[in-house]
């Protein structure tokens, strides 16, 4: 449906695990660092987010990867992870230059973290 044009655009909205603590620790970094106040978070397990994920063509149940949508643009994985990095503050935006990166790299890494993520939030613990 678009938008009328004198319509403010939708924040950008993270899908996230919310069964992850470092998902959760991740969401309150990003909290407590969102420059203008309007990022919106929504675990992946909520009818909402459910529900952002089928307009947007994934499956509900698709709980593995970060997913950031702006302006009805969704990423995933390493690219939602930089491209929120552009919402926060200084000097978080600079990340975003790994964009520059080829995705498949990026993701690799990305992927490295996701399958040690229990282990990794337990261990900063």
């Known amino acids: ?67 950031l949508i702006e302006a009805d643009h969704l990423s995933r994985r390493s690219t939602a992870v930089l491209r929120l990095c552009r919402h926060l503050s200084m000097p978080w935006p600079l990340a975003a230059c790994a964009l520059l990166l080829p995705r498949a790299l990026r993701d690799r890494c990305y992927d490295f973290v996701a399958r040690r993520r229990r282990q990794l939030a337990l261990a900063d613990r």
Do not use: E, I
Not at 27 to 32: E, G, M, N, P, T
Not at 45 to 54: D, E, F, G, I
């Open 1 to 67: 449906m678009p938008r009328h044009p004198h319509q403010a655009p939708s924040p950008p909205v993270v899908l996230y695990d919310g069964d992850c603590p470092l998902c959760q620790r991740t969401v309150r970094f990003a909290r407590q660092r969102d420059r203008h106040g309007r990022l919106r978070f929504l675990a992946l397990q909520s009818p909402q987010a459910r529900a952002q994920l089928a307009r947007h063509g994934l499956p509900p149940g698709d709980l593995d990867s970060v997913v």
